[in-house]
């Protein structure tokens, strides 16, 4: 049998990114259109800024939002999203409330006026509140009792002292403590237009697509209070964190490392310096401590994005006897990736990842939404792929061995490790300064 040989992948070609229509409503909203026919559908994506609103009221907002109007109830307003092949849902992040959705492009016009019902006339039912809140409580409540949740409310505690940021997850009591009322004053006071994005794309028009938003959410008025949240503060370092989890056979191991925001001009870099050590499954931190030695069945690293700021954070559930082989293996990558220039095969594959993977999230008219959405949120618009796409293919070696030098350097860590503290606190303090969380 003849092998045959596989043809080079051709990240490098050309980005063809689709135009992007745009207008800036009287009343503040900003609305994106952009035509992808691939499908007869449309996505809806609405960004409303909402950082600094109490969390436990935001958060259950979120989840009841679509609860009812004064004319509808939450069952006639699925009703109405199903006849058109759509749907409608909110969540939150310490930064704006998100309602996502489709539906068949000709029922856009349906969708948008659903849409504007609730926006201008949700009334949070009591009875339906309750069971909102009490579905939300339950979530909250078995997620902590999972280590990865556990894990990442220690680091964000760890990372962010007293910001806003530092808590992102309300405790079931304070869910359960709120009532109907201060959701409705909360609705009324911050979810306004001056501010929003809304995009749409899909199987439409795009001039006509905002002329209709236009006609249909120009009555959504107002302006919330300001938002706006302080930029994070640097990343302090220090001693380990150990949070005692008594009787776990795993170890989470957490780390966070300086971020930048993708403006940067080290972002393109460093972004390739992070899939080299940990961002995808050929990198060298997975090679390490999964493939050669078996400790975990994964490990991850990404660079995380909030407005006020920026980090790399690195994840990994290990054995509790391997805890500190892990940490050390880790910083022995960090060490690696910030001393050693990469090797320029390997620079090639994570660069041929990072571009194909940047096309693959903007393939479906879903993606090109999330990403026209979440690029609106802050302040880029989709040419910036473009700018990042020939950033990433023109980055050098030097570069990236300097971006990683800079950020990368395993004494610029915060780390945090969940598990039986009892067995783990010797092995690591063998390796650093050890601090046991006080709660």
Do not use: C
């Not at 992808?36 to 935001?58: C, D, H, N």
């Not at 194909?356 to 040419?383: D, K, P, V, W």
Request: net charge negative; charged share 20%.
């Amino acid at each position: 049998m003849t092998s045959k040989t596989l043809p080079d992948l051709v990240p490098d070609a050309a980005l063809n990114l689709p135009r992007e229509s745009e207008r800036t409503l009287p009343n503040g909203l900003t609305v994106i259109a952009i035509r992808r026919s691939a499908v007869p559908l449309v996505e809806v994506r609405l960004r409303i800024p909402f950082g600094r609103a109490p969390l436990a009221p935001a958060t259950l907002l979120s989840q009841a939002l679509f609860t009812g109007t004064s004319g509808m109830s939450s069952i006639d307003l699925a009703a109405e999203l199903q006849a058109v092949g759509g749907s409608l849902a909110a969540g939150l992040d310490p930064d704006r409330l998100l309602i996502t959705g489709n539906a068949l492009a000709d029922g856009l016009d349906r969708t948008l006026e659903l849409l504007a019902a609730v926006l201008t006339d949700a009334t949070y039912p009591v009875e339906e509140v309750s069971t909102e809140r009490e579905r939300l409580a339950d979530h909250i409540q078995v997620a902590l009792s999972q280590p990865t949740h556990l894990a990442r409310v220690a680091l964000l505690k760890r990372m962010y002292g007293t910001h806003p940021y530092a808590v992102q997850t309300p405790s079931p009591d304070e869910v359960r403590g709120v009532e109907p009322d201060p959701l409705r004053e909360l609705h009324a006071a911050r979810l306004r237009p001056a501010g929003a994005v809304l995009v749409l794309v899909g199987d439409i028009d795009p001039d006509q697509a905002i002329d209709t938003a236009e006609k249909i959410l120009g009555g959504w008025t107002g302006t919330a209070p300001d938002g706006g949240i302080p930029p994070a503060p640097a990343l302090e370092t220090g001693p380990l964190l150990l949070v005692d989890r008594p009787g776990s056979v795993q170890s989470s191991l957490r780390m966070a490392l300086p971020g930048i925001p993708r403006t940067d001009p080290d972002y393109a870099a460093l972004s390739l310096a992070n899939f080299i050590f940990g961002g995808y499954f050929s990198s060298r931190w997975v090679e390490n401590i999964r493939e050669d030695k078996g400790y975990t069945y994964g490990s991850h690293s990404v660079i995380e994005h909030f407005v006020a700021g920026s980090a790399l954070l690195a994840a990994a559930e290990v054995a509790t006897e391997v805890t500190a082989p892990s940490l050390l293996e880790t910083l022995y990558e960090l060490g690696r990736i910030a001393s050693l220039p990469p090797g320029e095969e390997e620079l090639e594959q994570a660069r041929r990842y990072a571009l194909g993977t940047l096309r693959l999230g903007m393939s479906t008219q879903a993606g090109l939404a999330g990403l026209a959405s979440m690029y609106a949120g802050f302040g880029l618009r989709l040419e910036h792929l473009r700018e990042h796409s020939a950033a990433l293919a023109a980055a050098t070696r030097e570069q990236v061995a300097a971006a990683a030098a800079k950020y990368l350097a395993p004494a610029r860590a915060v780390t945090v490790v969940l598990g039986d503290a009892d067995k783990i606190e010797p092995q690591l303090s063998a390796l650093t300064a050890v601090e046991r969380s006080a709660e």
